[in-house]
Nanobody
Framework: QVHLVESGGGLVQAGGSLTLSCAAS????????MGWFRQAPGKEREFVAA????????YYANSVKGRFTISRDNAKNMGYLQMSSLKPEETAVYYC???????????????WGQGMQVTVSS
């Protein structure tokens, strides 16, 4: 449906910053929102943030509010997640996703990126 290609993952020190990017392309499937999730080993996949393509309304998990910023560039079909003040416990595989806001909240987006490892060292 929607092909999502992620970039920007890697290793960062605790307290540091990292920006993830997600390039979207597809078969004229127009999701109303894009979002980010993460999954640490042994834990369930966690909602991180989402943004609507049209109005740019943002939604954040309480755990990242104030530290992470989600944004999008509609002309480039790009989504971004700016992460700051990163904590070691936020080490996880981060996934870009496309769907509705409701699908993000219920962790069932229409499309997933393949995921990127983000490691926060202490």
């Amino acid at each position: 449906q929607v092909h999502l290609v992620e970039s920007g993952g890697g290793l960062v020190q605790a307290g540091g910053s990292l920006t993830l990017s997600c390039a979207a392309s597809g078969r004229t499937f127009n999701p109303s929102a894009m979002g980010w999730f993460r999954q640490a080993p042994g834990k369930e996949r966690e909602f991180v943030a989402a943004i609507t393509w049209s109005g740019g309304s943002t939604y954040y998990a309480n755990s990242v509010k104030g530290r992470f910023t989600i944004s999008r560039d509609n002309a480039k079909n790009m989504g971004y997640l700016q992460m700051s003040s990163l904590k070691p416990e936020e080490t996880a595989v981060y996934y870009c996703a496309a769907g509705t806001i409701a699908s993000m909240i219920h962790r069932t987006p229409d499309s997933w990126g393949q995921g990127m490892q983000v490691t926060v060292s202490s």
